[in-house]
C-alpha cells in the first residue's frame, strides 16, 4: 500500500489549495483519514481530520478555512485550504490509519510542499 499526495505549491496569501492523497493497493476500510503539516525543527502537527463515522477534527488555527473531506470508494483524502496565511507553509503529509483484525495500521504519504508568500 502506498499513499500519494499531491496538490501542493505556492501561492499568495489569500489564496487556496487542494491537496489530494489517493491510496494504492489493497488497503482494506480506512477509519481515519488525516493530514498533518511540518515545518523545520518543528513536530508533525495534526491539521484535521475525518474519521469514517463521519466525524471531523481541524487544528484552531485552521479552522473556518481548511476542509477536510474523503472519497472512500476512491480511497482518496482532500484538504481544500482556503485564505492561505503565510503561516501555513509546511509540508503536509496524509495519514491513513486503518483497521486490521487485532491492530491498526498507519500509513502515510510523502509529503507535498505548500508556500503561502507574504
Known amino acids: 500500500v502506498q499513499l500519494q499526495a499531491s496538490g501542493g505549491g505556492l501561492v499568495q496569501a489569500g489564496g487556496s489549495l487542494r491537496l489530494s492523497c489517493v491510496a494504492s493497493?489493497?488497503?482494506?476500510?480506512?477509519?481515519?483519514m488525516a493530514w498533518y503539516r511540518q515545518t523545520p525543527g518543528n513536530s508533525r502537527e495534526l491539521v484535521a481530520r475525518?474519521?469514517?463515522?463521519?466525524?471531523?477534527y481541524y487544528l484552531r488555527s485552521v479552522k473556518g478555512r481548511f476542509t477536510i473531506s474523503r472519497d472512500n470508494a476512491k480511497n482518496t483524502a482532500y484538504l481544500q485550504m482556503n485564505s492561505l496565511k503565510p503561516e501555513d507553509t509546511a509540508v503536509y503529509y496524509c495519514?491513513?490509519?486503518?483497521?486490521?483484525?487485532?491492530?491498526?495500521?498507519?500509513?502515510w504519504g510523502q509529503g507535498t510542499k505548500v508556500t503561502v508568500s507574504s
Open positions: 475525518s474519521t469514517i463515522d463521519g466525524s471531523t
Open positions: 495519514n491513513f490509519n486503518v483497521r486490521r483484525l487485532f491492530s491498526t495500521v498507519d500509513y
Open positions: 493497493g489493497s488497503i482494506g476500510s480506512i477509519n481515519v
